[in-house]
């Protein structure tokens, strides 16, 4: 099994800047890649970022210039630095992870979630 454990949510003001961070440990072959997904209430699971062993991002519109995901292949790690941010980023935030977890098979996985609320 594969575990993710997320940190650094919390209240910040419109504006400020959060940044999350993500650990993945457990039974992992490989991780090809890590992100990021955010629920806001009454609304559905949606992309924010992800990046790739070789570093390739990719970031909803949304969140382009603002948000900058990075990831530290040795740890299993993934960070969101969360800058400008505004009440429309409020949301529950989850670590995603998509990795060879066998000789043949792939998974993907979910942490738990965390709260990032911003206020006006």
């Known amino acids: 099994q594969v575990q993710l454990v997320e940190s650094g949510g919390g209240l910040v003001q419109a504006g400020g800047s959060l940044r999350l961070s993500c650990a993945a440990s457990?039974?992992?072959?490989?991780?090809?890649?890590m992100g990021w997904y955010r629920q806001a209430p009454g609304k559905q699971r949606e992309f924010v970022a992800s990046?790739?062993?070789?570093?390739?991002?990719n970031y909803v519109d949304s969140v382009k210039g603002r948000f900058t995901i990075s990831r530290d292949n040795a740890k299993n790690t993934v960070d969101l630095q969360m800058n400008s941010l505004k009440p429309e980023d409020t949301a529950v935030y989850y670590c995603?992870?998509?990795?060879?977890?066998?000789?043949?098979?792939?998974?993907?996985?979910w942490g738990q979630g965390i709260q990032v609320t911003v206020s006006s």
């Open positions: 457990g039974r992992i072959f490989s991780i090809i890649t």
């Open positions: 995603h992870l998509f990795g060879r977890d066998g000789v043949y098979t792939t998974g993907a996985y």
């Open positions: 990046i790739t062993t070789a570093g390739i991002t």
